[in-house]
């Protein structure tokens, strides 16, 4: 609620009385990834929803190394940290759809290109093999179709202005993970108390 409420000096609500020191802010966006990736799940969805209430605010003039930080979690063997990471990227590159296009928007969008386009593409493919040799155990692939979710949503943010060179420089490796899913049937995700 600190955050929420106190973050935007801005903000046209206010702050409602809460101060952040700069040294605190600092603190705060210094140690806020490392803290979503070492929580449990409920809490992780809050320091989630914290990175991008700061990110709305301050990425990436003023948090330059989130990106960065989040990419490198990219890398974790913990699905769901890869997950939770993600999710956070996603809702911080939402603001990319949907609003009129500007230089500032362009400078926002070609910085995070810069950050996450290779790395994203990397993961997708190594999601992917994943899920290949995974194909029974649904405990295991449950997050990693989340983790394919979650790409699929960063990829239409940063292609929504724009379609970016690197994508188009490599759209068949991004449309051949995306067209095995259009496809892909496992009996070990069906829920059977669903409905056709």
């Not at 190394?65 to 939770?84: C, I, M, R, T, W």
């Amino acid at each position: 609620n600190i955050v929420k409420h106190g973050w935007d000096e801005q903000s046209d609500n206010g702050t409602s009385g809460i101060q952040i020191s700069p040294s605190d802010r600092t603190l705060i966006k210094r140690h806020l990834v490392e803290l979503m990736c070492t929580v449990p799940p409920q809490i992780q969805a809050q320091c989630s929803e914290s990175i991008s209430l700061i990110a709305a605010v301050d990425f990436p003039k003023q948090w330059d190394n989130l990106l960065p930080e989040l990419v490198a979690k990219f890398q974790s063997p913990d699905a769901n940290v890869v997950d939770g990471v993600l999710k956070t990227a996603n809702s911080i590159f939402k603001r990319f759809r949907y609003v009129e296009k500007s230089d500032a928007l362009y400078s926002d969008i070609i910085y995070s290109l810069k950050h996450i386009q290779e790395p994203l593409l990397i993961l997708l493919q190594q999601t992917g093999s994943a899920i290949d040799a995974l194909v029974n155990d649904a405990a295991q692939l449950t997050p990693r179709f989340s983790i394919l979710r979650s790409i699929c949503r960063i990829f239409y943010s940063l292609n929504y202005q724009d379609l970016p060179e690197f994508f188009e420089d490599h759209m068949k490796q991004w449309m051949d993970e995306f067209a095995k899913y259009l496809q892909y049937q496992n009996p070990v995700l069906e829920d059977a108390d669903e409905e056709e």
